[in-house]
Structure formats: C-alpha cells, structure tokens
C-alpha cells in the first residue's frame, strides 16, 4: 500500500476500519482480492511477481498491511521480500520473531491476538502496540503529516462522526486526484520517478499508479468485509471484489 488510514477501536461499533490504495508499476502482475488456493484462510491480492501481498485478512482474527519507504533507493533483491512478510504474519508467525534486517525499507501495521503494532526497520527498528486511535500511513514515518495521509484520515474521522455507516463511502476519499492543502511534503522525493514528491491519494499514470484502492470494516463481533476496487492503467474502473468473513 502508499497510503492508508486505520481506525482501531475509534467506533463502539468498529474494532477495525481501514482505506488505503496501492500504487505500483502496472506492468507488475497482480491477482485479484481472493481466498487463496494454498491458505484458504487467507484473504488477500497477491503479487505475481515475488508471492506475497501488500494487504490481507486471515479467518483467525489477524490484519496486515505494509508500505515502503522513501529515500532508501529502489529495493536490494538480495533481500526478502515485505510481502512475504504480511503472509508470514497472517499464518500466524508473530512479529517479535522478525528479524527486521532481511527486509528492504517497510512501515507495517498488524493485527493479532487482539492488540494492533506497528513494526519498521528504518531509520531503525522499532515495534510498538497501537493505542486505540485514528493512524495514517504512507511511504514515510507513521503519522508524517504529508497532505495525501491528512486528508485520508480527516475523511476516515469525518465517516467516524458522522456515525460510521457505509464503509463504502470511504471509496470516494480514496479516488481523489486533486493535490490536498495543507500538510507537510514528503522530504525525500519518491524512488519512483514517474511519482512526484507530494501525490494525491489516487495516482493516475500508464506506467506507475493506483492499482486498486480497498476498504476493510470488521465490526465488534468480529464480523468482517474486505472490498477491493481494481484500476487499469488509464485510472479506469477494471473490477471490484467483495469477501466477507468472521473473526473468532
């Protein structure tokens, strides 16, 4: 993913609404949001390429979901790749048995055993537990108050308060190719040179942009819906996928 927000326990009625887009080269092969064939319990997109995936939902009540980072350079493929990670840690492998180190840069936030943390390993490694809250993320520090991210989580508080109905509603923030005001621009330029340094949340681009925007709302019970919106290279709609499932 290049920018989300999150909301854990921020809505009696919600543990857990999430928003975010990724943005990636379109010539990279992806499949669609699906269960998949080898992990059943597993519910994500997958990368062709490489085998992981960037988001995704496990029937055993865990989330996660990685972005890169900025000012690093393009990826060491001598190392592990991030979405590897998120599938290692939606089969259930903890995140205190990570080493950080095998991984290029990466922001990742994971749900598990009931507590929400977030993990990087630059500029050093840090893990810590989520306190409930609203949180944005892109391709820098958590919380950067880049105009993209501010803008996202100010539309996630605005669904919030305006009685957190119809998660769905949040595809309309998450389609946005208008610069946002206000806000910080990243201070590294992105390794992508087809990206400029402040985006809007929806990149339309034929070589890199928003591949596909998802929104995830797990209610109190633990009734849960995943929704991904996918996007050819000419920002059009090309497919929507919608999977509910239930966390113990």
């Known amino acids: 993913m290049c920018v989300l927000a999150f909301a854990w326990r921020a809505h009696p009625r919600w543990q857990i609404i999430l928003a975010g887009n990724r943005d990636e080269f379109h010539a990279r092969p992806a499949s669609a949001l699906a269960r998949w064939g080898d992990r059943p319990q597993l ?14 939902v496990s029937d055993a009540g865990r989330l996660a979901v990685v972005t890169n980072l900025r000012g690093y350079g393009g990826p060491a493929p001598d190392r592990a790749s991030r979405g590897a990670l998120v599938t290692d840690l939606l089969d259930g492998a ?20 009931g507590r929400a943390r977030f993990l990087t390993n630059r500029p050093a490694t840090l ?18 108050p880049w105009p993209k991210t501010l803008r996202l989580k100010s539309a996630l508080l605005a669904w919030i308060v305006d009685g957190a109905t119809a998660p769905e509603r949040l595809f309309d923030t998450l389609r946005e190719e208008a610069l946002p005001g206000g806000g910080l621009d990243p201070a590294q330029p992105s390794d992508v040179a087809q990206e400029p340094r402040p985006s809007p949340i929806f990149i339309r681009d034929p070589v890199y942009g928003t591949r596909c925007s998802t929104v995830v709302a797990i209610d109190a019970d633990g009734a849960g819906t995943i929704v991904e919106r996918r996007f050819d290279a000419d920002g059009k709609a090309a497919g929507e996928t919608r999977i509910a499932f239930h966390w113990p």
Not at 94 to 113: K, M, Q, S, T
Not at 135 to 144: C, I, K, T
């Open 94 to 113: 903890g995140d205190e048995g990570i080493d950080p180190g095998d991984f290029n840069p990466f922001n990742l936030i994971a749900v598990a055993d």
């Open 127 to 144: 893990r810590s537990d989520l306190a409930p809250g609203l949180y944005g993320l892109s391709n820098g520090a958590l919380d950067a």
């Open 43 to 56: 519910i994500a997109g997958r990368d062709l390429q490489s085998g992981g995936t960037w988001l995704g």
